[in-house]
């Protein structure tokens, strides 16, 4: 079975820098989908990046990318410039293709931001 | 586009009593997603329907527990007896089959407090 884990529970970053959050999964599909949701305090889930598994080119929104490394089964999250709305969980997610339509979450990582 | 609507936000009932979670999912979308979110466990999916049809229920925990989907705009989750250990928040989503691409859509949350 898939499995994804985000191994920090929570970091903080100072205002306008650049912060990493970790992501790593566990499959034997060749292709699949990976999703980064944000949580702020509101509880609303919002997706914030998509990444298609066949795809050699890292996704890109903004502030937001990703670095998406097959082989290693990773995918981290980079917010550059981070502002005080980024405060929030983050949700690490992964969707097979060939299987049913579930989405597999990581348990988060808590993300500060540093005034 | 209105998005995924839960009602209600905030439910606070005593012990024993029957609770009930609304949810209406974007219109189009053919599958419907019931979670559970603790700080213990995280984000867990209880069930999950496609065209109405309830496809995995492994995740709902006990019989207490149960979900219908009468039609393709309307889903609940009922819970009876409640206990306090159901107290959490509550999430319906849902997604479209096609694109393969294509995220899940959450709503806002009911808030579940089991005094």
């Known amino acids: 079975a898939q499995t994804v884990t985000q191994s920090q529970p929570e970091m903080s970053v100072q205002e306008a820098e650049t912060v990493t959050l970790s992501c790593t999964y566990d499959?034997?599909?060749?292709?699949?989908?990976l999703f980064w949701y944000k949580q702020p305090p509101s509880r609303q889930m919002i997706l914030v990046i998509r990444?298609?598994?066949?795809?050699?080119q890292n996704a890109t929104e903004n502030r937001f990318s990703v670095n998406f490394q097959k082989a290693a089964k990773s995918f981290s999250l980079k917010i550059s410039d981070s502002q005080l709305g980024d405060a929030a969980m983050y949700f690490c997610?992964?969707?097979?293709?060939?299987?049913?339509?579930?989405?597999?979450f990581g348990k988060g990582t808590r993300l500060h931001i540093l005034p | 586009d209105a998005g995924v609507i839960q009602s209600p936000r905030h439910e606070v009932t005593e012990m024993g009593q029957e609770v009930t979670l609304r949810c209406k999912p974007i219109?189009?979308?053919?599958?419907l997603f019931w979670y559970r979110q603790t700080m213990m466990r995280g984000l867990e999916l209880l069930i999950y329907?496609?065209?109405?049809?309830?496809?995995?229920d492994s995740g709902m925990p006990e019989d207490r527990f149960s979900a219908k989907m009468p039609n393709a705009s309307f889903s609940t989750l009922k819970i009876q007896p409640s206990e306090p250990r159901d107290s959490a928040v509550y999430f319906c989503?849902?997604?479209?089959?096609?694109?393969?691409?294509?995220?899940?859509?959450f709503g806002d949350g009911t808030r579940l407090s089991i005094l």
């Open positions: 997610a992964y969707r097979s293709v060939n299987r049913d339509d579930k989405i597999i």
């Open positions: 219109s189009g979308h053919d599958y």
């Open positions: 990444q298609e598994a066949y795809k050699q």
């Open positions: 499959t034997s599909e060749s292709d699949y989908y």
């Open positions: 989503a849902s997604s479209r089959l096609r694109p393969s691409n294509q995220p899940q859509h």
């Open positions: 329907f496609n065209n109405n049809v309830p496809i995995d």
